[in-house]
């Protein structure tokens, strides 16, 4: 039987002081939320998603500021290759990966039968198939350290589904069995691989599916926020990205060893309904 491990548990008040995390997507939004999280708890961050040069620069140098170094990565996720490099490339830079966070996710709101078959591939290739390309790089690499935490965004949307997303639905709810099933395989070697289930966030994938979700319900902008989004949330507010910053920062840490494939809900009492 393995023995718990009898490292103190609250190291300093800069948990991650040493670590290296990639996260995915963390130009903007919930990973650029996460990124700073991270920065602030002492990991070395590796920036990936798609932005302007100027904002790279920006968003690098305050998560350098705030801790360790931080760095950008501009792999497309949507090529399985540039998923599986952004993990080479950081191992191959700094020498280990210690936190995965696979974030990066793109939205389309339509009814099924006129669901363009485009949209499905890319939504399913960015959402979904990304997460197994760095995962099955990355994972080598923890085992060899007996270490690592790999954290998978997903949403309300991996457990319960809503009309006109059935892309991002089956996507979300694949990335929640791909979290089990890694969870299992990596157990013994002191790897975890959870999800975070958020519900609705106020960022730009949300404020970019209103005029879509208008029109498919025949609906204001305004009835889009109250009668589709917050209607969900018993909270009657968005959640913000600093709660799921500090979530994962907690799962990254010592005191969530235990905690492996399962998924923890952001969601405002959504998915207890
Ligand atoms: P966002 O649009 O603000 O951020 C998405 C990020 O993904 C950006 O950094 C973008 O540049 C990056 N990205 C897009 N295409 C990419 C590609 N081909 N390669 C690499 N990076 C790419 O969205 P967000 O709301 O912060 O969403 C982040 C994650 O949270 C997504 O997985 C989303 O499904 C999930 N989520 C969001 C909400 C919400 O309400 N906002 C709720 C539940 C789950």
Redesign the pocket.
Known sequence: MDMPASAPLDRTARPLSGQVAVV??????????IARAFAGAGAEVVI????DQRTIDALCSECSGLGAQAVYD??????PG?AAGLVTRTIARSGRIDILV??????HVAPVDEFPPARWD?IIA??LS?AFHTIRTAVPAMREQRSGRIIN?????GLVASPFKSA?VAA?HGVLGLTKTVALEVARQGVTCNA???????????E?QIADTAAARGISHEQVISDV?LAAQPTKR??T?EE?GALTVFLAGEGASSITGTAISV?GGWTAQ
């Open positions: 995915t997507g963390s130009t903007s939004g919930i990973g650029l939320g990936n998603g798609i932005a501009g792999a497309n996720l949507l090529d540039e696979n974030n990066a996710g793109i939205q890319a960015l959402n990304a965004v997903a949403s309300a949307h991002y979300k975070i289930c958020p519900g609705y966030v106020w960022t730009e994938l949300v970019k989004l968005f959640a990205v799921i969601d």
